[in-house]
């Protein structure tokens, strides 16, 4: 930005350029935090960063990085980004699951084995422990599935 300064008495006026930089409060590491680690409040701090162009997918609460892990090893004081984080696995493969199903007022569950690692909201397969049918069924907890969902495009 340039800007022109004046004083009338006495009279005389400069030229100035100037920048000026805009700080935001982000959320960071408190302490060092080891990759696949679940992330708890008392893990993390705020830091005051420049806003950038680099500054989208910071996280500007605590509440939005409680629960997540890290994708790698974080040192303490860094600042926290998305592309850091991941959801942790609510299911893993082998695992016994409750297969939960609905359909209007009528509620069903049984048990299951995950055939694949799920996270929150990840459409894995599942094998009904009762029939031995390998069904489709989306991550809605740690070790609950559900079988019914709105398939993609629909």
Request: hydrophobic letters at 40%; glycine letters at 8%.
């Amino acid at each position: 930005m340039r800007l022109t300064l004046t004083c009338a008495a006495p009279q005389w006026s400069v030229d100035v350029t100037s920048q000026a930089t805009v700080f935001i409060r982000a959320v960071a590491a408190a302490q060092i935090i080891e990759r696949g680690q679940l992330i708890t409040q008392a893990m993390l701090g705020y830091q005051e960063v420049p806003v950038t162009r680099q500054s989208t997918g910071l996280f500007n609460k605590v509440d939005e990085v409680v629960g997540l892990s890290a994708k790698r090893r974080t040192r303490s004081q860094q600042v926290l980004t998305r592309d850091m984080l991941v959801a942790p696995w609510l299911v893993r493969r082998g695992e016994r699951v409750t297969v939960l199903a609905n359909h209007g007022d009528i509620h069903a569950s049984t048990q299951g084995e995950a055939q694949q690692d799920g996270r929150l909201g990840m459409v894995i397969r599942v094998k009904n422990t009762a029939s031995g049918k390998i069904i489709e069924a989306k991550v809605i907890g740690s070790g609950k599935v559900s079988s019914t969902f709105e398939p993609p495009g629909k």
